[in-house]
């Protein structure tokens, strides 16, 4: 699959006819992983991430520039960070892709860069090597997202492989990035944790000294829902085998309202302990920013 840059976008002020191509069946309005239709994307998008542009990324960076000032320097660090206020972009899509067709996430990037306050942040499945020449002057920071090579291949569908992710990060180091690791989602299984300890190894043997001074990680326990479930089982029903798992899982209703399934807390919460301590052992220099 290849992306093409948009070319220019009109703006139409007068009543128009919009047309949605759809997928029969589920009507999901999704090809190939594309979003197709001309409504907002929804968080919970199943059959792959589609590609999300948005054409008021003017008023978009206007507003995060204003909250920022009203922020004012921050004065104590946090779990985000210790000197600068962290502004999360792409929620419901991968800004690494999204900037292979659109401008929109260099403009955010050149705007992080003259706001001395704050710098912005995305987690990605994707190697973009055009992000290269961005001149991001440290105000970026890239998460790549790693699982082990196995379940990355049953799971993550249409990214890339984990290897060239792992061997991206010195590169994005250089070009003046911020490059951290997002261990998620980590997903319960016979010997899981032997096959992150391969991993860890993996990554500790492709850094760089300078890549390493400046690693921290995310240690995200997978969380599922019901309704994803189901579309999944229609598309990808080998990976919900392992996604889904009702032994070891158990409700939780999250602080918006919805209703979700993670690892049983009984379970869940020496495993997260018994991870991280495998992560110290094989990358003591890698702190851990968050785990859950």
Not at 179 to 190: A, C, T
Not at 194 to 210: N, Q, T
Not at 236 to 242: F, G, L, S
Not at 245 to 270: A, C, D, F, I
Request: overall charge negative; aromatic content about 10%.
């Amino acid at each position: 699959m290849t992306f093409q840059k948009i070319k220019s976008i009109k703006r139409v002020q007068e009543p128009t006819t919009v047309y949605n191509f759809h997928v029969p069946g589920p009507e999901s309005y999704l090809a190939n992983g594309i979003v197709t239709h001309n409504c907002y994307v929804p968080r919970q998008k199943g059959f792959a991430n589609p590609i999300s542009t948005f054409v008021n990324v003017e008023q978009v960076a206007a507003f995060i520039g204003r909250h920022a000032s009203k922020q004012g320097m921050k004065l104590m660090p946090t779990a985000p960070d210790d000197d600068l206020w962290v502004y999360e972009l792409g929620c419901n899509s991968d800004m690494s892709i999204d900037a292979a067709i659109s401008d929109n996430v260099r403009d955010m990037v050149d705007l992080f860069k003259t706001i001395p306050n704050a710098k912005c942040t995305w987690a990605t499945k994707w190697v973009n090597r055009d992000l290269l020449d961005y001149d991001p002057q440290d105000k970026t920071r890239i998460r790549f997202s790693l699982m082990p090579h196995a379940m990355s291949k049953l799971v993550d569908v249409r990214t890339s492989p984990i290897s060239e992710r792992i061997a991206a990060i010195n590169d994005f180091v250089e070009a003046g990035y911020e490059v951290n690791v997002n261990f998620s989602p980590i997903i319960v299984k016979d010997n899981f944790l032997d096959d992150y300890d391969e991993l860890f190894a993996e990554v500790d043997d492709s850094l760089s000294e300078k890549a390493k001074a400046q690693l921290e990680a995310e240690v995200i326990f997978l969380t599922h829902n019901a309704n994803l479930h189901e579309v999944n089982r229609q598309w990808h029903p080998k990976a919900e085998e392992v996604l889904w798992t009702p032994h070891n899982q158990e409700t939780k209703v999250s602080g918006g309202g919805g209703v979700n399934v993670r690892y049983k807390v009984r379970l869940k919460q020496p495993l997260v302990a018994q991870f991280q301590e495998r992560l110290h052992a094989k990358m003591p220099y890698c702190p851990v920013r968050y785990a859950f």
